[in-house]
């Protein structure tokens, strides 16, 4: 998934407590979480499960909140300038106008499945049969209704969910590791995973994971894609050195690596190098916990 940090200066923010791409049919729902009082266990597909707290999951989902708009209830509905789709919820979920199909995944209807799946009802502009389209056909669309009761509804729905989100996250991180090992070189696979674990040992690394996926898929699509070159997950893993003792640290040089890798292959016209400090800044934030 692509994602771009959607907040701008001289926003006011409104914040809520802490307690309150293209393989569009990839079943996230498969990984739904297995409740144990307050812990959320994930059964890994290929080797040690990955087990978070409840508080842990929720402070993942309030950290990727913050890193993509502030926290603010206001960048929960967002529409990026430059972009074909609208950025919704804490990790900014992607949703394309119908008939309008871009080159990263679109994860909103996945993530509206999986909140209906628990039993919360739906607002309206979510309901219907079939698959569900972004009913906005462009940014200024997108503005206009920004006041309008749809909106309003869309928006605290959003804000209710925050703790179905970040267990939507999750359970897409631990969708990923076994399609990240079915796209790596046979030669390669160990490795991946061996850093995968690594990396996942901590929270801090936990976390670094979750936000990465998030922000910029898990590297298995053709689509995203520049010079041949994808900037996914598996590319940061695969990028990773054995050597370093301190795998959070390598995870975010690595990550560092393949964004600027990105960007030098990027083509000119979309001007990536203006959103490089930011998703810099990003990454280098996860070895600091």
Request: glycine letters at 8%.
């Amino acid at each position: 998934m692509e994602k771009r940090c959607s907040s701008r200066k001289g926003r006011t923010k409104e914040r809520r407590s802490p307690d309150r791409r293209n393989r569009r049919g990839a079943d996230w729902r498969l990984a739904l979480l297995a409740a144990a009082g307050f812990c959320l266990a994930f059964a890994s597909a290929s080797a040690a499960d990955i087990t978070l707290s409840h508080a842990e999951a929720r402070r993942i989902g309030n950290k990727v909140w913050q890193n993509e708009c502030h926290a603010s209830i206001a960048g929960l509905t967002s529409w990026n300038e430059g972009e074909d789709f609208a950025s919704l919820g804490i990790g900014h979920f992607i949703w394309y106008p119908k008939g309008r199909p871009g080159p990263f995944e679109e994860s909103f209807p996945e993530l509206v499945r999986f909140i209906s799946a628990s039993g919360v009802k739906l607002p309206r502009i979510l309901l219907g049969d079939g698959e569900q389209h972004c009913p906005w056909n462009s940014r200024a669309e997108f503005l206009r209704a920004q006041p309008t009761p749809e909106m309003k509804e869309l928006r605290r729905f959003l804000a209710d969910t925050v703790d179905l989100q970040a267990q939507f996250l999750i359970a897409r991180l631990q969708a990923a590791l076994p399609k990240m090992l079915a796209e790596a070189p046979p030669s390669e696979r160990e490795m991946v995973e061996q850093n995968f674990h690594h990396v996942a040992s901590s929270a801090a690394g936990r976390y670094a994971l979750v936000d990465y996926v998030n922000f910029k898929g898990e590297g298995v699509l053709s689509t995203e894609r520049y010079k041949d070159e994808g900037w996914g997950l598996l590319q940061v893993l695969s990028e990773m050195r054995a050597t370093e003792p301190d795998p959070v640290r390598e995870f975010s040089r690595a990550a560092s690596a393949v964004l600027r890798r990105r960007v030098a292959n990027s083509p000119p016209g979309r001007r990536e190098a203006k959103w490089l400090p930011g998703w810099l800044n990003r990454v280098n934030s996860y070895s600091r916990g």
